[in-house]
């Protein structure tokens, strides 16, 4: 993929500014209609979603307080991951971005929540929805797009480190809640810059290492302690869980941009940016991942990436509701609404990790018959000078 | 909000502490949740718990008014008759918060409280709780608190003046005068019509026995009473002390008369809203300094309104300006006080603190919260 405005058949070149506009006043008229209606049973459902989390974990934990006995510890593993899954996505991640804070119920507030998760709610909402938000798939502004650490367009530089990025890639799917931690620390980017004695970055590095301690403290220490004799096994439990859970929330996210055919900007493309133009990054830098309610649940609606984007701070219950009339709006306008189900968009996802690890047109160039010649070159190019890299790169995109 | 954190039962402190330290402890095991979000989905109305209310039944009084018996959390402390509760509800949805005042004896044996609701036409919350409210509705609850209250020991001669649903602090006192604090009381009330009289039944009878003396006024036929028809009603007013609870016109109608009387010191008066005679200004937008959120408040809106519909979660209390509840630093920038129209500007580091609920944007301003 390359930046949208680098592309020949660019996606939005039949659209004027006028029909911009206006697709920005048609959007603006969806977004009204949900809050001229939110009310008593949009409350009712969060209220629902929270109490049967609270459910779940609970039971869950109370099940695996007798994890030496096999189905026990089965049963307990899959509910505390579920649970830990809703906590994440359909609750935390939905509630942080203010979706909720119309109900002025304190105790469910974008101010006053945290979640279940390493990195603290306040500076996740700042890079989340702050940054990520505003500058959605924009090469240079949006971190998210590689979380700083991979290579995810062809507009970005191939060196030979990227070649590890399919393992780099996979260990932070693992430990995604983690790597969402130092993400939002910018932890790459103090270290680069030298930073790290910042008082800023000292506090809220502090604020991080408190939250994850507490963290760790309770599904590894006061959990497993409880459980008396099955002290290893619920340990166990609760590592399988959370690994579960950022494995199941990192591929909800990268299909979210990630896909084949989801669209990058350029830095200079937002200067000036109407709210008109800005929909329309939103729209085409998401894609959706198609199913039933409980994959809609179970992704924090974030299944609706495209809803989500254009409409962050709608309850995500609502986006089910408003997708048929936006997927409308896409085909009035000839643009591509990017939806397919999940192993599809999982796979396309990983499949560009794997292509942008390698140099530009590599894999595309690469059959069965000329593998050995391509490993030859790839050999070359991983070795050699900046200007071999270069010449053969060149020769590379020209099949 | 302001949730006035209920202070432990003194007979049992130890057994307090130990139950917070138990919390402590659990709430290793539930972070970030805390246990009590837990104990919540049990018993809601347990001790520690935030101060909540379970609506026990809904008695009707007239066509727009209602009675809501309200069986308090455990931590809920004996009011003073004539004081009000604040109540937390969800309407559509959202949290509401209104002042209510409190019409039951003390000591009810089942324990509960009640209030007396009139819906006021287009009322969020009056037809809410008068119209839509089941037995079995949770209610948020702040401990009873307010100023129109007798004085101990009372006063031998009391006038009472109350207009439409200003009756419910003034019943809150009759039901629980004692028998010598009710030598001479008198009761002047005014509603639209008989039917309208709210606590009717009661009133009448208390005026039967000679409890009280009892002037119903039906304005719809008979007229509004003006300060010297009650002057002329109770002859021997000077020698009162008067509670007058009603619409703002009555009230200030009294305070006049009274002043003139050189009487202005045995008048005490409740409000159920505030005055508001400077709603024409311009507004202006108010950024709320923790999160950098901004609202657009217009110069007629309080503060604290714009706000509360702009998502911000704001403390509050009486929302008429006499609790204080509210309040909150003015970095910078100016607001209007709704009743005076005076203008208050501040500069960083002036320290001045604003009441939201009727201060309005006088142009941009920063607020602390
Ligand atoms: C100390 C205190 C004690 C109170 N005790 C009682 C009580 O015992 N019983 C009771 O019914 N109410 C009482 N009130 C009034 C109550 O708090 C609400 O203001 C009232 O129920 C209206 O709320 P609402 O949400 O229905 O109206 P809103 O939706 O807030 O207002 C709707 C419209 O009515 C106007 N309005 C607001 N309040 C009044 C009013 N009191 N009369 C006429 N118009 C109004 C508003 O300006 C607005 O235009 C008390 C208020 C205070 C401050
Ligand atoms: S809320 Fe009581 S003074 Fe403002």
Redesign the interface.
Same mark, same amino acid.
């Given at each position: 993929m390359t930046a949208i405005q680098k592309k020949s058949d660019n996606p939005i070149a039949h659209l004027t500014a006028e029909d911009i506009e206006l697709l920005g006043k048609q959007l603006d008229a969806i977004r009204q209609s949900v809050l001229d209606e939110r009310g008593e049973s949009d409350a009712r459902y969060i209220r629902t979603v929270i109490d049967v989390h609270r459910k779940v974990e609970l039971g869950s934990r109370a099940v695996l307080l007798a994890s030496g006995f096999p189905p026990a510890w089965i049963l307990g593993t899959i509910g505390l991951s579920v649970a830990k899954i809703l906590e994440n996505m359909e609750i935390g991640h939905n509630i942080l971005h203010g979706q909720w804070d119309w109900m002025r119920d304190p105790k469910i507030h974008s101010t006053t929540w945290e979640w279940d998760m390493a990195s603290p709610a306040v500076q996740w909402k700042h890079s989340h929805n702050q940054l990520h938000h505003t500058y959605t798939n924009v090469i240079g502004k949006d971190n998210d797009l590689g979380y700083g650490i991979m290579r995810v367009d062809e507009d970005q530089k191939w060196a030979p480190g990227h070649l590890l990025q399919p393992v780099w890639s996979f260990l932070n799917a693992c430990f995604f809640e983690y790597g969402i931690a130092a993400y939002d620390l910018e932890l790459g980017a103090v270290i680069a810059k030298g930073q790290t004695k910042d008082p800023e970055f000292r506090r809220r590095g502090k604020e991080v290492l408190r939250k994850i301690g507490r963290q760790v403290r309770k599904d590894y220490v006061v959990h497993p302690l409880l459980s008396g004799p099955n002290f290893v096994p619920t340990l166990a439990a609760n590592f399988v869980a959370n690994v579960v859970r950022n494995l199941w929330s990192n591929s909800v996210i990268l299909c979210g941009h990630f896909p084949e055919g989801v669209e990058t900007f350029e830095k200079r493309s937002i200067e000036g940016e109407t709210k008109g133009e800005w929909y329309v990054r939103q729209m085409l830098g998401s894609a959706n991942i198609s199913g039933g309610k409980l994959m809609h649940l179970m992704t924090g609606n974030l299944s609706r990436q495209i809803e989500h984007h254009l409409f962050p701070d709608l309850p995500s219950n609502r986006y089910a509701e408003i997708s048929p009339q936006v997927k409308a709006l896409f085909e009035e306008y000839g643009l591509n609404y990017h939806e397919a189900p999940l192993p599809q968009q999982v796979y396309s996802a990983w499949h560009k990790i794997f292509r942008l690890s390698l140099p530009n047109g590599w894999l595309d160039n690469t059959t069965p018959a000329n593998l050995p010649k391509q490993l030859v070159k790839l050999w070359k190019m991983s070795t050699g000078s900046r200007t071999v890299r270069r010449r053969l790169t060149l020769a590379e995109m020209a099949g | @909000?302001t949730v006035m954190q209920p202070s432990p039962s003194p007979t049992r402190p130890r057994l307090t502490a130990l139950r917070d330290r138990l919390l402590r402890i659990a709430e290793?095991?539930?972070?970030?949740?805390l246990p009590q979000?837990?104990l919540d @989905?049990v018993d809601p109305l347990r001790s520690g718990a935030a101060l909540r209310g379970r609506v026990e039944a809904v008695h009707r009084e007239t066509r727009d008014a209602a009675t809501l018996v309200i069986r308090p959390g455990r931590d809920w402390l004996p009011h003073v008759p004539g004081q009000y509760v604040r109540i937390g509800v969800?309407v559509?949805?959202?949290?509401?918060w209104r002042a209510y005042s409190i019409t039951s004896v003390l000591g009810r044996a089942d324990g509960c409280f009640t209030i007396t609701v009139k819906a006021i036409p287009d009322g969020t919350v009056s037809n809410h709780l008068v119209h839509r409210t089941q037995p079995g509705t949770l209610l948020h609850l702040d401990q009873a608190t307010g100023e129109f209250v007798l004085p101990r020991p009372c006063p031998g001669k009391t006038l009472f003046v109350t207009a439409g649903s200003g009756i419910t602090p003034v019943m809150g006192i009759l039901r629980n005068l004692a028998d010598e604090d009710a030598a001479d009381v008198v009761l002047v009330h005014s509603a639209p019509t008989a039917d309208d009289v709210i606590f009717a039944n009661e009133l009448r009878g208390m005026a039967a026995t000679g409890r009280i003396r009892l002037v119903e006024q039906h304005t719809d036929t008979a007229g509004m009473l003006g300060a010297a028809d009650i002057a002329a009603l109770v002859p021997d007013l000077a020698e009162r002390s008067t509670w007058a609870c009603g619409p703002v016109g009555m009230l200030e109608a009294l305070e006049a008369h009274w002043a003139g009387a050189g009487l202005a010191d045995r008048l005490y008066t409740e409000r159920f809203r505030p005055t508001v005679i400077a709603a024409d200004g311009e507004g202006g937008t108010v950024t709320f300094t923790?999160?950098g959120t901004t609202v657009d408040a217009d110069g007629a809106t309080p503060i604290l309104d714009a706000a509360?519909a702009a998502?911000?979660?704001m403390p509050s209390g009486c929302r008429m300006g006499i609790c204080f509840g509210c309040v909150l630093p003015l970095r910078e920038g100016a607001v209007r006080d709704l009743r005076t129209g005076e203008v208050t500007t501040a500069a960083p580091g002036d320290g001045v603190v604003v009441q939201t609920c009727i201060s309005a944007a006088a142009g941009a301003c920063q607020l602390d919260h």
């Open positions: - | @909000m290793l095991a539930t972070t970030p949740l979000d837990y @989905m969800d559509d949805g959202v949290r509401q923790a999160d509360e998502g911000v979660l």
